[in-house]
Structure formats: C-alpha cells, structure tokens
C-alpha cells in the first residue's frame, strides 16, 4: 500500500506513521528525518538543508524529487510505503505523477494553527530513529528518554516558536494546494482521500486509521 501522509507542520504526521509502520509494516519516509540525518552526518546536502530548515523554508523541488525517488527504489519499498513530509510542493506532486507512482491513499490530518503553535512547544524527539513524543499527550515511559533505547530525547532546532509559524506560512502557501490536488484524484477514482480530524487524542486517530484499513 502507498501512502501519502499530507499535513501541516506538528499535525500529526511522524506520530501515526509510527502507528502504521508497526501495525501494517509499510516503510515510513520521512523527507525530514532523512535531511535530519543528512545534518548530523555532516553531508554536503546536510549543509545545505540545515540553513533552509532552520529558516523553516523548504529545501529545492530538485533536489527532494531526487532523494525521494532513489529511496522509493530500495527494495524495503517494493510493496509500498508512507510518504510523511513528501510531497509538499505542486511541482514535487507532478513527479510522482510522472514517474506513474499510483497512490492508494492520501491521509490529510486537520489541525488548526493555533492548536499546533502549542503543541509543538512540548514535542521531543529521538534523533537516532526519528521517533517523537510529546511531554503531554504522549509521554515517553521515562521523562527525557526515549522507550526503545533509553537515549535523550533532544528539543528540533526548528520547533521554537518563530520558526514554526513560518513553516506554518509556507505550509499554507505551497502545501495546502495538495488538498485539491489529491482531492481531484480521488475524484477521478485515481487515489483515496481521507480527511482525519487531527485534533483527536492519538490514540483515536490511530483506530481511525486501523477501521480505514481492516
Ligand atoms: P518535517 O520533519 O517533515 O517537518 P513537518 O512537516 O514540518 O512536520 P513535523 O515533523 O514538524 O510534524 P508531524 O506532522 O510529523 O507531527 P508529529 O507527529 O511530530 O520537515 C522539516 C523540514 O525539512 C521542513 O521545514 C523543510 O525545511 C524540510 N523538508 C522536509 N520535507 C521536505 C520536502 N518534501 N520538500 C522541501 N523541504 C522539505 O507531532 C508533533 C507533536 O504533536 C509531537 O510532540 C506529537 O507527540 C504531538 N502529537 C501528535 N499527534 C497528536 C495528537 N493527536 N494530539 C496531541 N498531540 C499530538
Ligand atoms: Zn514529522
């Protein structure tokens, strides 16, 4: 099954990507997580995101297209897998597209800005696996660590205040097209598309998904 998971900044996406891996053992793709790693291995790519993603810009139609096609390739994706971060962009839609990449379902998650503005303030991450928690709504075992390894949990560069209104700007400018365009698809019975009210507690969101796809 392929998945495309559509959503603003902290709607969501990484959190039930999680859920979906591991119930439904479809890879997950996140284009942040990768540039994440990118940056801390110190790559010429990685230089290169880390201003963008700092600024809470978006990285070049090019260079994403490029990364995201070469991943698709690797066997693990071979009976499908979950786009989470991609695409995020008209241009990097048309690519799938032409690349004749058939998606089964596009999941959008809705949350207003205000919601996430706050939300994003206790998120915290494991940078080694990308798996993300919040201090509220969905605490690790142990305060600061994460459940499988024991390692810190580290605060993203990008999660201060500022930054994530800005991604929220971009997000509603240069994303937020991809509702239409995927709902046209639907229409034409080229995709599904569900829309999840992400202000639910994640847990109902996730059997959500699972009465999606049972
Ligand atoms: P990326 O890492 O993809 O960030 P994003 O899309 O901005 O999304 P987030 O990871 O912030 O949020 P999420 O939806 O995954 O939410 P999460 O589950 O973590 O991209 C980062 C940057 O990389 C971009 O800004 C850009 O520069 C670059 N980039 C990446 N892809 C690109 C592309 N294709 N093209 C160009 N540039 C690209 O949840 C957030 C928090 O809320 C967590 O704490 C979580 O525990 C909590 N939470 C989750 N669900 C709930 C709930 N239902 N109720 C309460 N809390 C919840
Ligand atoms: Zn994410």
Known sequence: MRIILLGAPGAGKGTQAQFLMKNYGIPQISTGDMLRAAISAGTEL???????????????????????????????????????GFPRTIPQADAMQEEGIIIDYVLEFAVPDDVIVKRMSGRRVHPGS????????????????????????????????????????????????LVDYYRRLAEQDKTHYHRIDGTQPVAEISKELAQLFN
């Open 130 to 177: 990308g798996r993300v928690y919040h201090v509220e709504h969905n605490p690790p075992q142990q305060a600061g660590k994460d459940d499988v390894t024991g390692e810190e949990l580290i605060i993203r560069d990008d999660d201060k205040e500022q930054t994530v209104r800005k991604r929220l700007a971009i997000y509603h400018e240069q994303t937020e097209p």
């Open 46 to 84: 990685g230089k290169k995101a880390k201003q963008v993603m700092d600024a809470g810009k978006l990285v070049s139609d090019d260079i994403m297209i490029g990364l995201v096609k070469e991943r698709i390739a690797q066997a693990d994706c071979k009976n499908g897998f979950l786009l989470d």
